[in-house]
């Protein structure tokens, strides 16, 4: 699975991060270890507090771990990835919250150790956390037999499509997927050698280089929305100097946006605010589904809860009735008859405890693979979705293409002469020469 880690601070944060179930369809506090509170944000102000008696700003160790996409993985298998990781970082004992996501038909945890030593009040130091944990990462596939990303083979074929919080914002706004526009940058980059080339590369696709502010040189879309070129193709800004030598030749964003709105007709905007219209229809239906569903998933969640809740006290009342009381009690102990007994229920309880992880496991591995069937779905509404916004994207690109060559082409009807009269012709046949 992929681990991705961090020391931070921002107990409050990190809490609510990890709390949110508006961007979560289920969020589930698995353990809260070493803490007075069972409320995972008291739990964390609690590290924070105790971290004021150093001078470590960076109290904590925040951690995710995320399976492949289509693995079934049991709740027991994080536990084991986490429990190994702790000991590989130096964290065995330290107080810690696990907390487990879902979305969109996929479960991945995250855990927060706290990095304060209480016995000498001093921050663990955590040295090459990140090669740990792409080693730990490595042979997590191996031991599950899971396909290997080519990032963790060989850190120089990692991904190039990755992209930054800041980056998906940007897409998210505009109606795309990051990684198209991600995708798109980079092709118009490679296939053009020239500022032309590229400039006329993107400007097919519905982009149009203009000069920045601060960014260098950039790209505009039409709906006016920025984006740094060499961030999304995926290059230095070094390599745009070298491509584009004289920036301050190409249009302000003001001046793209200005020409852009110019060229606008009532009729483009209505037909874009119409291909918006209609992929928003047809993602109602999808989510009302998604909606159902995870409110049924919930649903049966709490069922099974409720019914393990009341095994489990029965149980527990009846392993309590097995230890003797009074002189009878006193007389197992001293035949050792009492530690059996407790020995017995010990060990009950435990299975017992197996037992009702397993059920939950199985009931959440379903829920969770009834919930991907549903996102397959989704996503191929998605991929039509994004289909017809760079489809739009070009036919504007093209639209405007076609205005301003109208306007550049002079008119062909000046100093025509309207009063030459027309040659006269004679219809009649010709006699042919003998």
């Given at each position: 699975m ?8 921002g107990?409050a ?5 990890l ?5 979560n369809e289920?969020v589930t506090v698995?353990e809260?270890r070493g ?5 995972v944000m008291q739990a964390?102000?609690e ?5 004021k008696g150093?001078?470590c700003r960076?109290?904590?160790?925040s951690?995710?771990?995320?399976p ?5 993985v049991s709740t027991?298998?994080f536990?084991a990835?986490?429990?190994e ?5 130096g ?7 696990v907390?487990?996501h ?6 991945h945890?995250?855990?927060?150790w706290s ?6 009040m001093t921050?663990?130091n955590?040295p090459f956390y990140?090669?740990k944990?792409?080693?730990v990462?490595r042979d997590?596939?191996?031991e ?7 990032g ?8 190039p499509?990755n992209?930054s919080?800041?980056e998906w914002q940007q897409?998210?706004r505009t109606?795309l ?6 995708a798109?940058f980079?092709?118009c ?8 080339a590229l ?5 097919e696709r519905g982009?149009w ?6 960014r260098?040189?950039?790209?505009v879309d039409?709906?006016?929305?920025v984006y740094?070129l ?6 230095r ?14 249009p302000?964003?003001d001046q793209?946006k200005?020409?852009?709105a110019g060229r ?7 037909f874009i605010k119409e291909?918006?219209a ?11 589904r998604r909606?159902?569903?995870s409110g ?7 069922q ?16 309590a009735?097995r ?8 007389w197992?102990?001293i035949?050792g008859r ?11 309880t435990?299975?017992?405890h197996?037992?009702?992880?397993t059920?939950k496991d199985a ?6 693979e009834?919930r ?6 989704i ?6 979705q994004q ?7 070009a036919d504007?690109a ?15 009807d000046k100093g025509r002469d309207h009063d ?9 046949p010709r006699?042919?020469?003998?």
């Amino acid at each position: 699975m992929i681990l991705k880690g961090n020391q931070r601070g921002g107990a409050a944060n990190l809490a609510r991060h990890l709390l949110r179930r508006d961007q979560n369809e289920h969020v589930t506090v698995h353990e809260l270890r070493g803490f007075a509170s069972d409320d995972v944000m008291q739990a964390l102000r609690e590290i924070e507090a105790v971290s004021k008696g150093t001078r470590c700003r960076q109290y904590l160790f925040s951690l995710s771990l995320n399976p492949p996409e289509a693995e079934p993985v049991s709740t027991q298998a994080f536990e084991a990835a986490i429990t190994e990781i702790e000991g590989k970082l130096g964290l065995k004992g330290q107080p810690r919250a696990v907390i487990f996501h879902e979305k969109e038909g996929r479960r991945h945890a995250h855990c927060v150790w706290s990095r304060i030593d209480t016995n000498r009040m001093t921050a663990i130091n955590l040295p090459f956390y990140k090669r740990k944990l792409s080693e730990v990462a490595r042979d997590l596939y191996l031991e599950h037999g899971w396909q290997m990303p080519r990032g963790l083979h060989d850190p120089a074929l990692r991904d190039p499509l990755n992209f930054s919080r800041a980056e998906w914002q940007q897409a998210k706004r505009t109606k795309l997927d990051p990684r198209e526009l991600r995708a798109l940058f980079k092709e118009c980059w490679e296939r053009s050698d020239t500022a032309p080339a590229l400039g006329t590369a993107l400007q097919e696709r519905g982009f149009w280089l203009a000069r920045g502010d601060r960014r260098g040189v950039v790209a505009v879309d039409y709906r006016g929305e920025v984006y740094a070129l060499a961030r999304w193709s995926g290059v230095r800004a070094k390599d745009v100097k070298e491509r584009i030598a004289n920036p301050d030749a190409l249009p302000s964003v003001d001046q793209i946006k200005d020409r852009l709105a110019g060229r606008m007709t009532t009729a483009l905007l209505k037909f874009i605010k119409e291909v918006d219209a209609d992929a928003r229809k047809r993602s109602a239906s999808l989510e009302f589904r998604r909606s159902e569903l995870s409110g049924r998933h919930r649903e049966e969640r709490a069922q099974l809860n409720q019914h393990q809740q009341k095994r489990w006290v029965a149980e527990t009342n009846e392993r309590a009735a097995r230890l003797p009381k009074g002189m009878k009690g006193i007389w197992h102990r001293i035949t050792g008859r009492y530690a059996e007994i407790r020995q017995l229920n010990e060990s009950e309880t435990w299975q017992a405890h197996l037992r009702d992880q397993t059920e939950k496991d199985a009931l959440i591995l379903e829920q969770v693979e009834e919930r991907r069937a549903l996102q397959l779905e989704i996503k191929a509404q998605r991929d039509h979705q994004q289909a017809e916004l760079m489809q739009l994207r070009a036919d504007v690109a093209r639209y405007q293409d076609m205005q301003e060559r109208k306007d550049a082409s002079p008119s062909r009807d000046k100093g025509r002469d309207h009063d030459r009269s027309p040659k006269r012709t004679n219809n009649r046949p010709r006699t042919p020469k003998p």
